[in-house]
Nanobody, 121 residues
Framework: QVQLVESGGGLVQSGGSLRLSCAASGSIFVINTMGWYRQAPGNQRELVATIISGGTANYADFVKGRFTISRDYAMNTVYLQMDSLKPEDTAVYHC???????????????WGQGTQVTVSS
């Protein structure tokens, strides 16, 4: 089994910054893609950013230029630096990881339980 634990959420004023972290632990042979989704009340879960094992990052249009995703491969951790936050960024942010538990198994997606980000106007 693999566990993902997020941290770093909180309350911030519009224009402020937060940095989210997500550490993976457990039965890990290799982590392929890691990323972040978010879900606001009454909305569908939406992709925020992903980063593959080679380091290439992809972002949703609504966060380009404001958010930066990065990874610490040695620590199996993914980060999301969020700058210029807006009230519409308010949501629960979930990290995920595509993890192979051995060289003989295919990747499987694991999810963290989420961290609340609230941006006040």
């Amino acid at each position: 089994q693999v566990q993902l634990v997020e941290s770093g959420g909180g309350l911030v004023q519009s224009g402020g910054s937060l940095r989210l972290s997500c550490a993976a632990s457990g039965s890990i042979f290799v982590i392929n893609t890691m990323g972040w989704y978010r879900q606001a009340p009454g909305n569908q879960r939406e992709l925020v950013a992903t980063i593959i094992s080679g380091g290439t990052a992809n972002y949703a249009d609504f966060v380009k230029g404001r958010f930066t995703i990065s990874r610490d491969y040695a620590m199996n951790t993914v980060y999301l630096q969020m700058d210029s936050l807006k009230p519409e960024d308010t949501a629960v942010y979930h990290c995920y990881a595509d993890v192979q538990s051995s060289r003989y198994t295919s990747g499987r997606n694991y999810w963290g339980q989420g961290t609340q980000v609230t941006v006040s106007s």
